[in-house]
């Protein structure tokens, strides 16, 4: 998914803790964890010039500017 200029959000419908997320230069990769992950299980989403990640129970800030690795589970 690129999202190219303005602010750019990536709809999940799941929830959050089912998910690892990865950020490098500007690239984030959204990993889905198992079961829990819904249609998404196992699935990985490569994201560029995206700014946040709406799940069902929050949204995800994305620092698309940093060269530093940055990455989480909930």
Known sequence: VDGKGGIDTILIFANRSAF???????????????????????????????????FLDQIVELDTTSYEVIEGTY
Do not use: C, F, P
């Not at 990993?31 to 990640?53: F, L, P």
């Open 20 to 54: 690892t997320i990865k950020t490098l230069a500007g690239v984030t990769k959204i990993y889905g964890s198992g079961s829990y992950a819904g249609d998404y299980r196992y699935d990985e989403i490569v994201a560029t010039n995206v700014e946040k990640i709406q």
